[in-house]
């Protein structure tokens, strides 16, 4: 036997393996076949947000550089930012700061898992 190393002290070395049954699974089973869209848009000025709500609520997860907006208008972003905090909230979503310049948004279906640094300063 092959994998003779398997078996148990005392048995029979000539016992009939058994074949485990197994079952053939249609890979067509999921009833959902979409993809998850992930988008990118640039807030370069307030009025783009409403890009970013609009992929929102098309459940689409979002990549927003907030870069271009906060070198040129610090109110602005701030109000964008609220804005889009009340959308992530309406919808039940999830949204984070990735960096200084990108912050990422997403729908109910999707979680975005911090990491422990994140979540020890959030504490704080």
């Known amino acids: 036997m092959p994998l003779g190393f398997l078996k148990k002290e005392g048995e029979d070395n ?26 990118a848009e640039t807030l370069k000025e307030y009025d783009d947000v409403e890009k970013v709500q609009e992929h929102l609520r098309n459940d689409h997860i979002v990549w927003v550089n907030i870069g271009p907006l906060k070198e040129t208008d610090m109110t602005n972003l701030k109000r ?18 990735v960096d200084e310049e990108w912050i990422v ?20």
């Open 80 to 97: 964008a930012v609220k804005k889009l905090k009340k959308t992530v909230k309406s919808i039940d979503g999830d949204m984070a700061g």
């Open 14 to 39: 000539n016992a009939e393996v058994v074949e485990d049954d197994f079952v053939e699974l249609d890979a067509n089973m999921s009833e959902n076949d979409s993809k998850v869209i992930i988008k």
């Open 105 to 124: 948004v997403c729908p109910r279906y999707a979680e975005i898992q911090r990491s422990e640094e994140t979540q020890e300063a959030g504490s704080q």
